[in-house]
């Protein structure tokens, strides 16, 4: 793959950190929980005073360092830059965008597709939202299984976890909405299909 350019890089960074912020915002109005280390944020705010971009940013700090040792400078680097952005963006869209209405079914399918799309965008110009995509990039680099199948199976066991919080229905949506994130991934970031160097 040809190396992008410094703004595309940028142009890029913007364009997927919206997306994801958007498809969190769909997820959280829905009151919905999401996989990863985004899910494991909104798990925390249950326990500690702190707001969601907050708690996000603060539990994907661990994973910087894997990043930084497997993946290389650059690419952890422009993760922090997208988690801060998310993070940012997160605690504040709600300035700028709010729901009356929000049917649950296309909550999930939007939200997910939102978060998908940003994911497949920040996966192509070297970067990241920290957390598992940092070990599913990994684990694809090393054994060649697809981001979308691993995501997939982190984000379940996260869904799984929230149980004990939000209700059984409520856990439903958000594994349409983790399946809609996944099924992207899965669909358009096979090794074989589109190379990354992230180094």
């Known amino acids: 793959m040809n190396k992008h350019s410094f703004l595309e890089d940028c142009a890029a960074i913007f364009t997927g950190t919206l997306l994801v912020a958007i498809g969190l915002y769909f997820l959280k109005s829905s ?33 910087y360092f894997l990043a930084w040792s497997r993946l290389g400078k650059r690419f952890t680097i422009n993760s922090i830059i997208c988690v801060s952005l998310v993070s940012l963006m997160a605690d504040n869209l709600h300035y700028v965008l709010q729901f009356e209405l929000l049917n649950p079914i296309f909550s999930a399918i939007s939200g997910g597709t939102f978060i998908g799309l940003g994911l497949l965008v ?45 209700s059984l229905s409520l856990i439903a949506w958000s594994i349409l909405g983790a399946v809609f994130i996944n099924l992207i991934l899965w669909m358009n970031h096979k090794p074989t299909r589109y190379t990354v160097h992230y180094k």
Request: aromatic share 12%; net charge positive; hydrophobic share 50%.
């Open 122 to 166: 920040l996966f192509r110009h070297r970067a990241s939202l920290g957390g598992s995509n940092v070990l599913c990039l990994v684990i694809q680099d090393k054994l060649g299984i697809s981001v979308g199948k691993t995501q997939l199976l982190f984000d379940t066991t996260i869904l799984l976890c929230s149980l004990y919080f939000i």
């Open 31 to 63: 009151s919905m929980i999401v996989g990863g280390t985004a899910g494991l944020g909104l798990l925390f705010t249950q326990f500690i005073p702190l707001s969601f971009g907050t708690m996000y940013f603060l539990v994907n700090i661990p994973f």
